[in-house]
């Protein structure tokens, strides 16, 4: 059974971090292109950042580069998104996503639709 399960979300400060984790199972991260995505209320659900694990490259949106990094641990089967400099248009539920990367298009990566596993999203909030 695939799964994913995101966790780390928090209330933070504006200027502060988190580090958000995404733990996979039911396939491993090689092959797979793993998405993180908010979704603030009454907004659509957009992509911030992306790792596809056989090319080893990583994307971000605009709004949180030289903020927020991608990485993973495939040994931990885990995908992490940290985030520094926090803003409060940060604030929403972060979910993380998998799709195997014979499917991925780089020119997709943003849009929701791309991914076929989502996990149940974990809650940022920034606000002082």
């Known amino acids: 059974q695939v799964q994913l399960v995101e966790s780390g979300g928090g209330l933070e400060q504006p200027g502060g971090s988190l580090r958000l984790s995404c733990v996979v199972s039911?396939?491993?991260?090689?092959?797979?292109?793993i998405g993180w995505f908010r979704q603030a209320p009454g907004k659509e659900r957009k992509g911030v950042s992306c790792?596809?694990?056989?090319?080893?490259?990583?994307g971000y949106a605009d709004s949180v580069k030289g903020r927020f990094t991608i990485s993973t641990d495939s040994a931990k089967s885990t995908v992490y998104l940290q985030m520094s400099g926090l803003k409060t248009e940060d604030t929403g539920v972060y979910y993380c996503a998998a799709v195997q990367a014979v499917h991925f298009r780089w020119n997709d990566w943003n849009d929701a639709a791309t991914y076929t596993f989502w996990g149940q999203g974990t809650q940022v909030t920034v606000s002082s």
């Open positions: 039911g396939f491993t991260l090689d092959d797979y292109v």
């Open positions: 790792f596809n694990s056989r090319e080893i490259t990583e």
